[in-house]
């Protein structure tokens, strides 16, 4: 089974990866920090497993390297977790200037031009499996979400007509709205750790979607903390 999983240095996209290098799949793993990424590389399986590529997935060039040493190595990809975000608060009337450009280069464009590059060896494999990332904040505007909440949206869009597009080739895709999910971006927050997600649910639930009959696709995967959104 290979994997690719984008933004897995921490957080969702870590203990997504952690689950399936669990499951004994070959990883393709990326972050923008070189050696922070060839460690959780070496912690999921090493070099025989795991390909742990630093990249920067708001550029295009590094999105296309990163595509291409994947498919130097691998003929077929079961699975792809487009997982790779920032988060930068902020109204539109009042946010910086330069605020939707980052979002969506990281948000929607690392999804979409990394997606359109894996296309052709996701397609060779039967039942496999594309997700999507997205957040609450992709299906309701919020106060503080601006620029990220528009890209949320919009990513929510590009998965929307991807579904569409491969339903003939057997592939399924998936959309997935985490509520607040307990990363180090909330650590100094002083919210308590019990009253947000574990990344680990968010894991749980990809893989379990997964391993589903290639004849089902759970098309959105809304999921918030028991005691609502923060």
Request: glycine content about 10%.
């Amino acid at each position: 089974m290979n994997v690719v999983v984008t933004g897995a240095s921490k957080g969702i996209g870590f203990a997504i990866a952690q689950k399936f290098a669990g499951e004994g799949a070959n990883l393709a793993i990326c972050s923008r920090n070189e050696k922070e990424i060839a460690q959780i590389g070496e912690q999921l399986g090493g070099a025989e497993r795991v390909l742990a590529i630093p990249t920067d997935m708001s550029k295009k060039e590094d999105v296309a390297n990163f595509a291409s040493q994947i498919l130097d190595q691998w003929q077929t990809i079961d699975v792809l977790v487009n997982n790779a975000g920032s988060f930068v608060p902020g109204n539109i009337h009042d946010e910086p200037d330069g605020n939707l450009e980052l979002m969506i280069n990281t948000n929607l464009y690392s999804a979409y031009y990394l997606t359109r590059a894996l296309l052709p060896a996701i397609t060779k494999q039967k039942g496999s499996y594309i997700f999507n990332i997205s957040s609450v904040a992709g299906l309701q505007a919020y106060n503080g979400g601006g620029s990220y909440s528009i890209s949320k949206f919009a990513l929510s869009g590009f998965s929307k007509n991807l579904r569409h597009e491969l339903i003939e080739k057997n592939v399924r895709v998936s959309t997935v709205y985490p509520g607040a999910v307990y990363t180090a971006s909330w650590d100094g927050s002083g919210i308590d750790e019990n009253r947000i997600m574990p990344a680990t649910d968010i894991a749980n639930v990809i893989w379990n979607s997964y391993k589903m009959s290639d004849r089902t696709v759970v098309e959105d995967i809304v999921l918030r903390p028991q005691l609502g959104d923060l």
